[in-house]
């Protein structure tokens, strides 16, 4: 019966390739997925980059993840303490072309747990934010100046006419206006880090901002 039970596994592990659609690929390049996953009960998983190859740890266990199908993963515990069985991970990408999450099935009674990805830890660093205050204009629009500004721990962005609207951190270093859905301000910086160029992003188009 323990051999029969044995034979029966190997052959199910075997026949796991039919579940797999065959000839696709990630979405994104794999330093794209890279970053800090968090869930505010299961804590951050942190998944790194190195010549192409993606892993992810989750408190002390350590992963590997290897392509699957489309955004999937298998997860391969390296730790044959945790267990020998892969399971499978999946990052969401939004409307915007960006990763924002990865789901993982850490309970079998439960739904996957999603892991909110968290925007650059320099978009959070004051220093950082400092360099980007200062005044961008539209060079098509003499009449369009937005005034960034760190007011507190965040960057507010000024347009005329219009009141003061705080900067949230999003990805790269773009960062959303809060409280209006679908506008964004995405700063464009040299070689050295200084912002030459903004980009407001709205429903209606791209809206290209210089800095003197």
Do not use: C
């Not at 890279?34 to 010549?51: I, N, Q, R």
């Not at 960062?175 to 964004?184: A, R, V």
């Amino acid at each position: 019966r323990r051999d029969a039970a044995k034979a029966a596994s190997e052959k199910a592990k075997k026949a796991t390739g039919g579940a797999r659609k065959a000839g696709t690929r990630p979405a994104h390049a794999p330093a794209e997925y890279a970053g800090e996953y968090e869930h505010p009960g299961y804590g951050v998983v942190t998944v790194t980059e190195k010549a192409g190859a993606l892993r992810a740890r989750l408190h002390s266990i350590e992963l590997a993840l290897e392509h699957w199908h489309f955004e999937t993963f298998n997860a391969i515990p390296e730790d044959p303490a945790v267990g020998e069985t892969p399971f499978k991970a999946r990052f969401e990408t939004s409307v915007r072309g960006d990763v924002v999450s990865l789901e993982l099935p850490l309970d079998p009674l439960v739904s996957p747990i999603r892991f909110k990805k968290k925007p650059p830890a320099r978009l959070l660093d004051p220093a950082f934010l400092a360099t980007l205050a200062g005044d961008y204009r539209s060079p098509d629009n003499p009449g369009l100046v937005v005034k960034v500004a760190v007011s507190g721990p965040n960057l507010t962005a000024t347009v005329p006419g219009q009141p003061a609207y705080v900067l949230v951190p999003y990805s790269g270093v773009e960062f959303d206006l809060k409280g209006l859905t679908g506008y964004s301000m995405r700063f464009n910086l040299d070689p050295a880090g200084k912002p030459l160029t903004a980009d407001l992003l709205q429903p209606d188009g791209v809206y290209n901002l210089k800095r003197p």
